[in-house]
């Protein structure tokens, strides 16, 4: 029986999402509405597609991962902690301006996450949702957003900029994607502020 080639590289030992060196398009789209100049947090920033991406902004950046060593070299405050290990939340008592999260979900840090962001300050989210299940992985439901969920987090005192859930077939992550972009400058009585409807 014939063998199959060998894969090329390090593709059989390099996780998928490492490989990709380019921004979410969801992030690029409204990282703009940081303030200029402002601190950002990229967490589980991986390879530091996003960490590298703010900086071009001229954003102060924290990048928060389990592993650093794709970070090294990067103008950025690089914090090495594993969010699942029951250890306590590495950033309490920080505060950002911008606050991005893609392609990972611990819910128990979610709270501690909203705690860090300011008056003002941009969430920029982006993960897989359930229904992922049938197409790539993650297939563990812990690590698949429920229908809404990100909606839930923040109603009531954060303003939703845009909100998309869906089936996303573009690589180089296909898959059912849940994503948000919310401002935390919800009044507790009045308008709310009116932020531009930024283009695709």
Avoid at 16 to 26: A, T, V
Avoid at 161 to 186: F, M, T, W
């Amino acid at each position: 029986m014939a063998k199959s080639p060998p894969l090329s590289g390090n593709q059989d030992k390099t996780p998928r999402h490492l490989r990709i060196s380019d921004p979410s398009p969801w992030v690029v789209r409204f990282a703009p509405l940081i303030k200029p100049g402002g601190a950002a947090l990229d967490l589980a920033a991986g390879g530091g597609r996003h960490t590298r991406h703010l900086l071009s902004l001229g954003l102060s950046v924290t990048a928060v991962d389990k592993t650093t060593e794709p970070l090294e070299g990067v103008n950025a405050e690089v914090i090495a902690a594993d969010l699942e290990a029951g250890s306590p939340w590495p950033l309490a008592g920080r505060r950002f301006d911008g606050i991005v999260v893609t392609n990972y979900l611990y819910r128990h840090t979610l709270e501690d996450l909203l705690a860090n962001l300011l008056p003002g300050g941009v969430l920029i989210y982006e993960t897989f949702a359930r229904g992922n299940e049938a197409y790539a992985r993650p297939r563990n439901p812990d690590h698949l957003l429920k229908s809404g969920e990100l909606l839930e987090l923040v109603r009531g005192r954060m303003q939703v900029v845009a909100y998309e859930h869906g089936l996303k077939e573009s690589q180089p992550l296909p898959g059912v994607v849940q994503r948000i972009c919310a401002v935390n400058d919800l009044p507790p009585e009045g308008e709310p502020k009116i932020h531009p409807i930024i283009p695709k």
